[in-house]
């Protein structure tokens, strides 16, 4: 059997830390719900275990800075977003 997640829930919310994985075993994706809204910083990364994207959300909406990386981890794109766009 292959571990693609770790999920937590509370009175039937998506709520708290949550882990997908890729079927090699790498961590794919971390992020956190509060309440069935994401939360703080969202992190994906390919399968050999680079950083991919960076994805902060407030209240469920994606808010602040949003990152995407190359392959050898450096910015190739930064956006500001405004909450909720």
């Known amino acids: 059997d292959t571990l693609i997640s770790i999920r937590q829930y509370k009175e039937g919310y998506d709520h708290g830390k949550w882990k997908f994985y890729h079927k090699n075993g790498q961590i794919e994706t ?37 990152e995407s990386f190359w392959g050898n981890g450096k910015i190739f794109k930064s956006k500001a977003l405004e909450h909720g766009v």
């Open 30 to 66: 971390l992020g956190e719900f509060d309440m069935g809204k994401r939360i703080g910083k969202w992190k994906s990364y390919d399968n050999a275990g680079s950083i991919k994207s960076i994805i902060n959300y407030k209240s469920g909406l994606r808010d602040g800075i949003s």
